[in-house]
């Protein structure tokens, strides 16, 4: 089975944009970690990133045919996008979100998520180790 973990903008410069708030590890170590435990887990993982709403949700379009489950750290989007939460509802597998911070430890404006109202789960301000913790939880729940 493959799993999709997408993710939004400005995560292209994870390890590099202020890494103080989001660690030092880049997202192709986040890639190779979560492909590694994929392995373990029987997962196919495809991790991909994009700066651009739309792309992000032509593949969660893509996913209804090539994916069990999506992962997906929509980083700022998780906050303003009514389009990914409908993209993501058209989906029939599980979802779960990511967040590196603990976004409800931030700012006001992030202590709301859309994609919340269609996520089995969340992990936030589990560092970079959320991606995989919630991968290990996907298995579950794609299991037959
Ligand atoms: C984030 C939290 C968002 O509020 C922020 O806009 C991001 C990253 C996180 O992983 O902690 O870009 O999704």
Same mark, same amino acid.
């Given at each position: 089975?493959?799993?999709?973990?997408?993710?939004?903008?400005?995560?292209?410069?994870?390890?590099?944009?202020?890494?103080?708030?989001?660690?030092?590890?880049?997202?192709?170590?986040?890639?190779?970690?979560?492909?590694?435990?994929?392995?373990?887990?029987?997962?196919?993982?495809?991790?991909?990133?994009?700066?651009?709403?739309?792309?992000?949700?032509?593949?969660?379009?893509?996913?209804?045919?090539?994916?069990?489950?999506?992962?997906?750290?929509?980083?700022? $989007?998780? =906050?303003? *996008?009514?389009?990914? &939460?409908? @993209?993501?509802?058209?989906?029939? #597998?599980?979802?779960? %979100?990511?967040?590196?911070?603990?976004?409800?430890?931030?700012?006001? $404006?992030? =202590?709301? *998520?859309?994609?919340? &109202?269609? @996520?089995?789960?969340?992990?936030? #301000?589990?560092?970079? %180790?959320?991606?995989?913790?919630?991968?290990?939880?996907?298995?579950?729940?794609?299991?037959?």
């Amino acid at each position: 089975k493959t799993i999709y973990i997408l993710n939004g903008p400005n995560l292209n410069l994870l390890g590099k944009r202020e890494p103080e708030i989001y660690g030092d590890i880049t997202l192709e170590n986040v890639a190779a970690d979560c492909k590694k435990l994929g392995v373990e887990l029987g997962l196919h993982v495809d991790l991909m990133q994009s700066n651009h709403e739309g792309q992000l949700i032509d593949w969660i379009h893509e996913a209804r045919e090539s994916a069990a489950g999506i992962i997906i750290n929509p980083a700022a $989007f998780t =906050h303003t *996008s009514v389009a990914i &939460l409908d @993209a993501l509802n058209t989906f029939e #597998g599980p979802v779960l %979100e990511v967040h590196i911070t603990n976004v409800h430890k931030r700012e006001s $404006f992030r =202590h709301h *998520s859309y994609v919340s &109202l269609r @996520a089995e789960g969340v992990m936030a #301000g589990f560092g970079v %180790e959320g991606y995989q913790l919630a991968l290990r939880r996907m298995a579950t729940l794609v299991a037959d």
